[in-house]
Every structure is written in C-alpha cells, then in structure tokens.
C-alpha cells in the first residue's frame, strides 16, 4: 500500500520541477512510472514475490515486464525523439492499469482465498 503515495509524489515532484525550471531554461523532466520489477532492490520488499505473480496475471500479455524494457522507455525520454514531453508521467506496465478487474483473475484469487 506505501507505493501509490510514491508514485503519486514522483509524479507531483516531476510537474513542479518541469514548470519551476521552465522559467531559466529548457530543461525537462518526466518520470517513469513502472510496474512491479524483479530486481536485487525489489528482493528486500516483504510480501514481493507474492505481489510480482499476482500482477503477472493482470498485464494483458500475461508476462511481467523486464528492466530492458523500462530502460528502453526511459532512453526515449532522454532522447530527442522526446523532445515535446515534458512534465510527464510514462506509465510502463504491460497493460495492467487496464486489467484489474479480469474476471479470470478476480476469480481465482477468490478461490485461493476461500
């Protein structure tokens, strides 16, 4: 539950930021809003494991995304073929904002939990 207000704070942190700079300069700022990722840092997380498999179910391609994948979305951001973004939130998550409600999942889940 702590990673909503993260990512909510990210998100308010990168508009203020983007508009406080764009008074002296060019400079942009956009943030990367990832879903849940295998990492050494993620490892530390109580419960991860269980969350990463639950979430797996709900990105529309049923596999969980790669760090390769945020990567490639944050060298974009960095790149000049970004260069009309700014102040912005990418979200990368494999279509799982869209699922939450699949009903094979929701399902299941009930099941487990009975």
Do not use: W
């Not at 840092?41 to 995304?65: D, H, M, V, W």
């Not at 060298?75 to 939450?100: C, E, H, K, Q, T």
Request: glycine content about 6%.
């Amino acid at each position: 539950g702590y990673l909503g207000p993260i990512k909510a704070m990210l998100e308010t942190t990168c508009a203020y930021l983007a508009k406080s700079f764009s008074e002296f300069s060019n400079i942009r700022f956009n943030s990367v809003g990832a879903g849940p990722l295998k990492t050494s840092a993620s490892a530390g997380i109580p419960n991860f494991i269980e969350n990463y498999l639950y979430s797996e179910e709900l990105t529309l391609r049923k596999k969980n995304l790669s760090t390769e994948e945020v990567a490639n979305t944050a060298a974009f951001l960095l790149s000049p073929l970004s260069s009309g973004i700014n102040a912005s939130n990418i979200l990368v998550d494999a279509g799982m904002r869209a699922n939450y409600f699949d009903q094979e999942v929701v399902k299941a889940h009930a099941e487990f939990k009975l």
